[in-house]
Nanobody, 124 residues
Framework: EVQLVESGGGLVQPGGSLRLSCVAS????????MSWVRQAPGKGLEWVAVINSGGGSTSYLDSVKGRFTISRDNAKNTLYLQMSSLKPEDTAVYYCAKSIYYSGTYSSNEYDYWGQGTQVTVSS
């Protein structure tokens, strides 16, 4: 059974940092691209970052470039999202998602499993 379990969310002040983690099980983690996707209250899904299976290629939403870093540890079956200089507009539920390919894109059709999400709230 494929499982994706996120953690690391919370309440942080503007300008602060958080690191999200997603522990994967039930599939060969190192063979698939992974993404972080967020959903703000009342809004649709927004792709934040994508990383390929080997970790050597990444892509980011323009609004998070230079502030967020996606990474993975294939030995630990874990995906990370390091977030810094957080802004109130980053407030959302953050999900990790598994691609069906080794190189991911921002197309929801290419993702077959999702975690339960972790809440990130940026507020003073």
């Amino acid at each position: 059974e494929v499982q994706l379990v996120e953690s690391g969310g919370g309440l942080v002040q503007p300008g602060g940092s958080l690191r999200l983690s997603c522990v994967a099980s039930g599939f060969t983690f190192s063979s698939f691209a992974m993404s972080w996707v967020r959903q703000a209250p009342g809004k649709g899904l927004e792709w934040v970052a994508v990383i390929n299976s080997g970790g050597g290629s990444t892509s980011y939403l323009d609004s998070v470039k230079g502030r967020f870093t996606i990474s993975r540890d294939n030995a630990k079956n874990t995906l990370y999202l390091q977030m810094s200089s957080l802004k109130p507009e980053d407030t959302a539920v953050y999900y990790c998602a598994k691609s069906i390919y080794y190189s991911g894109t921002y197309s929801s059709n290419e993702y077959d499993y999702w975690g339960q999400g972790t809440q990130v709230t940026v507020s003073s």
